[in-house]
């Protein structure tokens, strides 16, 4: 054998080795509980069976990517300082992404915490932050609890949440297993929940998780190893539903909407949708956003993941255009469904 195929030959096995240490690396800690419907023993199903896409069509997508144009914006006025509390009714504050305060019955809840500037087990790549985030992580009111949807890097960012943890020492509420790969990271005393499973965090107001249509994994090796989910708040003026991450299907939207009535708004994502092909199992279009505003029956719904990092072939601008033709195909009221400028709010 030549001299050249044999450092060829190395040189690739060495890339392999690195690869899949790698993968390893940053593979969580796995659920090992008993079967369920939705969990074969090894790995979660989503409620009508469908997947993500693997390796040959992400290929396939990345090879092939059109992707609509960013501008990143450097600088943008913080919002305001939010209120301590909020006793009467609920505010939701757009912080970025898929990142809420909610303020209500006296407690205050954090979705999905991210300040980090990129998506990524790295500093120095991955899907980077478009526009900074809306409140000054400075500004943040007492955190009373967080609520995590899933293990994916832009919705459980380990940085941002050691520092919630070390500075509020909140209560914090997860999937599925999830709450291992949070103790693994010196974060402790997570509770994890089940599809419908429900939690009393008050005496007014509790939590029930719900599911939702998506995939888990942070390596190659925990892929859907862990549960994702939505939830619900439960409180007597009125539910709120936040979503998370999810891809639509008529039957869980529709379970959704008569399990947990009344729902009197909604946190829905409307981004990182294109191409169809590809990501409609995982995420949601705007128009599939309408559809599970409708399916639920919630009176208001807000936007989320949108807008801040480049994580699909929509543009930074389709979810907003795509969402407004969506609300008048519907005949649906703008005011109904409403995507927030980072560090805003909204009463209901």
Known sequence: MKKSMIILFATLATFIVLFLSLGYYLSGPVYTGEKLEHFDGKTFINPTGIKAKGLGEVLKWMIGRKQGPWKEVTYADYGLKPLDTVEDGIRITFVNHTTFL????????????????????????????????????????????????????????????????????????????????????????ATDLNWWQELKLSETLSIQAVPAQHFSGRGMFDRDRTLWCGYVLKRSGGNLYFAGDTGYNERTFKEIGDRCAPIAVSILPIGAYKPNWFMSPIHTSPEDAVKIFLDTKTQAAVASHFGTFPLADDSQQDPLDDLIQALRDNQLATERFVPLKEGTYQDF
């Open 102 to 189: 909610i303020q209500t019955e006296g407690l205050n809840i954090l979705t999905d915490p991210i300040w980090s500037e990129r998506t990524s087990p790295f500093t120095f790549a991955g899907p980077k932050r478009m526009r900074p985030v809306g409140i000054r992580f400075e500004d943040l009111p007492q955190i009373d609890i967080v609520i995590l949807s899933h293990n994916h890097y832009d919705h459980l960012d380990v940085v941002t949440m050691q520092r919630i943890v070390k500075e509020h020492k909140p209560r914090i509420i997860t999937p599925l297993g999830v709450g291992a790969f949070l103790e693994q990271e010196e974060m402790k005393g």
